[in-house]
């Protein structure tokens, strides 16, 4: 049974950084693409940034820049390191597996970025 812990979150002022984590149980990160997406009330869940397998990296227009998403295969964990937080960037951030269609999600971080 794969299981996803995020931890990390919490509240910041504007420009202010976050870094989150998430640790993985029952999988390995380096063999599944990773990804962390947000959702903020009222909207629907959004991609952040996701890495894949062989390292790449990808980011959404609004992120791209301001956040950095890394993998660590020791520790079996992935990160999402936030610099210039933004109050439109709160939102609970959830972390992602996909191993080739086969999907799981974490419980949820909540990040709030106050003015």
């Known amino acids: 049974q794969v299981q996803l812990v995020e931890s990390g979150g919490g509240l910041v002022q504007a420009g202010g950084s976050l870094r989150l984590s998430c640790a993985a149980f029952?999988?390995?990160?380096?063999?599944?693409?990773m990804g962390w997406y947000r959702q903020a009330p009222g909207k629907q869940r959004e991609l952040v940034a996701l890495i894949t397998r062989d390292g790449s990296t990808n980011y959404a227009d609004s992120v791209n820049g301001r956040f950095t998403i890394a993998r660590d295969n020791a520790k079996n964990t992935v990160y999402l390191q936030m610099n210039s937080l933004k109050p439109e960037d709160t939102a609970v951030y959830y972390c992602n597996r996909d191993y080739y269609g086969l999907r799981s999600w974490g419980q949820g971080t909540q990040v709030t970025v106050s003015e």
């Open positions: 029952g999988t390995t990160v380096s063999v599944n693409t």
